[in-house]
């Protein structure tokens, strides 16, 4: 958004698309929040409830959804405002800082694994080690996969080896096994064609990002034929949130954060932009 990638931004905008804080007010008629509960607003931040996705369990895909920082104001304020149905409990087993990168990193890296196909036991690929893969493999562990990281920078690297990564190699470097299921979280449509022949036939690969650079042609035969999937993730039902928060909780994930005051907001804006740390940024007031 602060670079123009993403068109039909509401401007001005408070950014912050994932969000804790504590109940403070109650609009007339909320009876499943409380004041004084402690919530999270996730990047869906509300739909329309009556088009066919939204009565199917699918409102991520409601072509009037708002999204939270994008279309309606963020997390980088005092008081946001959030609907009673969009406002996630979270579970006392985390921190603010903890519970914060759940709400899309986690909750986005969830949706992929399971858009992914990958099942208990298999080999998982994951491209790109942010905030969001750093979620998704202690999610993966969990299932008993074994876990196949590609990554450009070296912190990235190190901190998928301490989460139990089997491999880790380049972004565009061949695992030495085929893959049943990978994700790509990097914006690079140029790993696509790569992932694509590190895909076990009948594989899927998961697309995570909400933008990617353009992908290059494929070569039907080494890259798409035997039954190989490419699919797109688009943001998350409520669904994969309440599951994602149940499921960390019950691990628990441990979400490495780093913390920065809201002050030094553009600060950590560019620190994300080089990857010069390890797992999710995370502003605090």
């Known amino acids: ?20 804080g504590t109940v403070v007010r109650l609009g007339s008629g909320v009876t499943q929040v409380q004041r004084g509960d402690r919530v999270g607003i996730a990047w869906l931040q509300g739909t329309c409830e009556t088009c066919e996705f939204c009565t199917s369990g ?31 409990p979270i579970p006392p087993v985390f921190s603010d800082d903890q ?54 920078k070296t912190e990235h690297q190190e901190l998928a080896r301490q989460l139990g990564a089997v491999w880790i190699g380049g972004a ?27 895909l076990e036939r009948g594989g899927t690969l998961a697309l995570a990002g909400i933008h990617m650079s353009p992908i290059p042609s494929l070569n039907y035969d080494q890259e798409v034929f035997g039954e190989r999937v490419i699919r797109s993730v688009t943001a998350n039902t409520k669904q994969d949130g309440l599951d994602l928060l149940r499921e960390a909780a019950a691990i628990p994930i441990r979400p490495h954060t780093v913390r920065f005051p809201l002050e030094q907001a553009n600060q950590a804006l560019q620190a994300l932009k080089a990857g010069s740390f390890q797992g999710a940024a995370v502003l605090s007031m």
Request: proline fraction near 8%.
């Open 58 to 88: 699918r409102e991520n895909l409601c072509v009037k959804a708002r999204f939270t920082g994008y279309q309606v104001d963020g997390g980088y304020a005092e008081y946001a405002v959030v609907p009673a149905r969009f406002a996630y």
């Open 99 to 152: 519970a914060a990168p759940l709400l899309c990193a986690g909750i986005i890296g969830y949706r992929a694994l399971r858009l992914s196909g990958i099942k208990p036991g298999q080999r998982l690929g994951l491209y790109g080690f942010g905030a969001s893969a750093h979620i998704a493999i202690q999610l993966a562990r969990h299932w008993g996969c074994q876990v196949y990281v590609s990554s450009l």
């Open 1 to 20: 958004m602060v670079e123009g990638e993403l068109s039909d931004i509401t401007l001005p905008i408070v950014p912050g698309h994932q969000a804790v």
């Open 172 to 198: 565009t470097d061949s695992p030495p096994d085929k893959l049943h299921g990978s994700i790509i979280f990097a914006p690079a449509g140029e790993l696509v064609p790569p992932a694509l022949r590190a």
